[in-house]
């Protein structure tokens, strides 16, 4: 069983073949009817790197199965280019969009991505040069491995040609575009916002005391831009988030912030809090950003074990959260900064609205 490219590679035998159907997930209804008969599964390289395997070893029992993987895609693209693989970032695009790269493009890195079919080698190099990052030099491998394999190498900016699938892309980043910063406190100019939105300085305090940690998952309440979620985000590919707005176009401009930053498995959830809570998987983190209030206070003091940071600009979200702060405990603390601006002639100190923000473990 595998699909009809794999399946024709074979010689002729008495084995009936069965080509995998799309999509994927209905193979895994025929797989299942073939309990308790051999039965061989034909995969491209690895299967668990990106592959089928993982989802097929959830299905079945270890007994079940047996997996013999051959050279990955990225370990074959890699020994023809000379690259170090241990300092090549490798991605699965194949079924995911193309601005999961935003996190990982500078100049100097070296990329191997696995493409869904030809059309979409175009798409990157558009969207490379579209990010700044024209100059990359592609090398698009076609059918790697088999008796079809071609190399085409050129820059994303100057690409020409059809490609056929299966395909993959080795890119040598180069370009002037906009690189991500690998610390907390993204430039502001990165998200597209109205105004509301945690500005930089403050967002890396707030990052700071949320102390994300691998397998974490967020809640942000009182998404705004969508900022705090998507920097929780980008500090590992493990952590979720689900932001709560209770506007539907800052909701819709979070879960584009998110997607164009490359991390689009951000939940965008519309509805106030406490009230869009209740369905929700637990978090081991929560940020109150906009809405705090004792109604939504009794909600949270129950989750035991969670850290709890909030921000609070109006007076009144200050008196509630120092309210609850004499009642729950956790550290406090005031953040007044001010920027040089033009007064008259010269410069003088802009102080913006201080901060008063609560650190707590409930």
């Given amino acids: 069983m595998g699909p009809p490219r794999h ?22 209804e025929v797989l299942d009817g073939l309990r308790g008969r051999p039965t061989v599964v034909l995969a491209s390289g690895d299967p668990f790197w990106f592959g089928a395997g993982s989802v097929m070893a959830r299905r079945f029992e270890p007994g079940e199965w047996r997996a013999f993987p ?42 191997i991505v696995t493409l869904r079919d030809g059309e979409a080698v175009a798409a990157l190099a558009a969207y490379l040069d579209g990010a700044g990052f024209g100059a990359s030099e592609l090398a698009i491998f076609e059918a790697l491995g088999g008796p079809r394999e071609r190399r085409t190498v050129g820059r994303a900016d100057a690409l ?87 506007r539907a176009d800052r909701a819709e401009r979070i879960r584009d912030n998110a997607r164009d930053l490359g991390v689009d498995r951000l939940q965008v959830v519309v509805g106030k809090a406490p009230d869009a809570l209740g369905d929700l998987a637990r978090p081991d983190v929560i ?14 003091k129950g989750f035991t074990g969670v850290r709890l940071v909030a921000n609070a600009v109006t007076l009144e979200s200050e008196a509630c959260l120092i309210r609850w702060q004499s009642q729950l405990g956790g550290e406090l603390l005031r953040i007044e900064l001010a920027q040089a601006a033009p007064l008259g002639p010269r410069l003088g100190w802009k102080s913006a609205y201080p901060v008063v923000q609560w650190s707590v473990t409930l």
């Fill in 7 to 28: 399946l024709s590679l074979l010689p002729e035998g008495r084995a009936e073949r069965i080509a995998w159907p799309v999509p994927f997930s209905d193979g895994l």
């Fill in 70 to 111: 051959g050279a990955s895609v990225f370990s074959m693209a890699a020994a023809r280019l000379g690259w170090p693989l241990e300092k090549t970032e490798c991605l699965g695009l194949h079924a995911a969009p193309l601005s999961r790269l935003r996190p990982v493009l500078a100049p100097g890195k070296r990329i």
């Fill in 287 to 300: 940020f109150v950003g906009g809405g705090l209030s004792d109604a939504l206070m009794d909600e949270l």
């Fill in 160 to 246: 020409t040609g059809d490609f056929g699938h299966p395909v993959c892309v080795a890119i040598a980043v180069e370009g002037d575009g906009a690189v991500l910063s690998r610390g907390s406190g993204q430039s502001d100019e990165i998200f597209d916002s109205d105004g509301v939105m945690t500005k930089r300085p403050v967002r890396a305090l707030t990052l700071s005391a949320l102390a994300p940690k691998p397998f974490e998952t967020l809640w942000d309440i009182g998404g705004g831009s969508g900022s705090i979620a998507i920097e929780w985000l980008l500090s590992d590919p493990s952590t979720q988030a689900i932001s709560i707005e209770t």
